[in-house]
Structure formats: C-alpha cells, structure tokens
C-alpha cells in the first residue's frame, strides 16, 4: 500500500522559513518524480516544485528561488525548503509521487500559514 506522510507544516511569519518532508512508502522512489503542490482557499491545486529521478527540478515562477526542493533516495524522502515566505504562500501543500497517470499517489497534505 502507498503512503505518502507529510509533515513540517505551521505558521511562518513573512520573510520565514519553513521545511516540508514527505516520507513515501510502497513505491520504488528512486524511479518516481516527486512533487510539492498547492491548494489555497478557493483556488485549484497547483504544482510549486517537482523533482524527477536524475535530480532535475522544475518550479513554479512564483516560488522559483525561494523554495528548493530535493530528494534523499536513501530515506525515500522528498523536502520542500521554504525561504522568504509570503502570505500568499499560504495554502494546503501536498506531496505528489507520480510515475504515470495509474501510478499517481498523494499524500494527506499539510497546512501552511504565513501570517505576522
């Protein structure tokens, strides 16, 4: 069974930092793209950053060098570094493990606030 668990949420104040982990089980990781994505209130889930298998990472312009995701293959699990946060940082963040679109796992997601 696939398990992905997140953790590392809570209240950031502006210009704080933040790092997710999500430990995944059930899967061969190593061959996975992982990924971090988002969902605001009222707003459609979004893609932050993804990670696929040689290292390569792709994110979103609104976060582009200030979050930094990367993966620890030893440990089957994949972060989510959150710099200079922003109050519209603010949102559920889910971690994502997709091999293909029957191979397409989340995890439970994490609350992210980022409030003075």
């Known amino acids: 069974q696939v398990q992905l668990v997140e953790s590392g949420g809570g209240l950031a104040q502006p210009g704080g930092s933040l790092r997710l982990s999500c430990a995944a089980s059930g899967i061969i990781f190593t061959i996975y793209t992982m990924g971090w994505y988002r969902q605001g209130p009222g707003n459609q889930r979004v893609m932050v950053a993804a990670?696929?298998?040689?290292?390569?990472?792709n994110y979103a312009n609104s976060v582009r060098g200030r979050f930094t995701i990367s993966r620890d293959n030893a440990k089957n699990t994949v972060y989510l570094q959150m710099n200079n946060l922003k109050p519209e940082d603010t949102a559920v963040y889910y971690c994502?493990?997709?091999?293909?679109?029957?191979?397409?796992?989340w995890g439970q997601g994490t609350q992210v606030t980022v409030s003075s």
């Open positions: 994502n493990a997709f091999l293909g679109y029957q191979s397409n796992y």
């Open positions: 990670i696929i298998s040689d290292g390569t990472t």
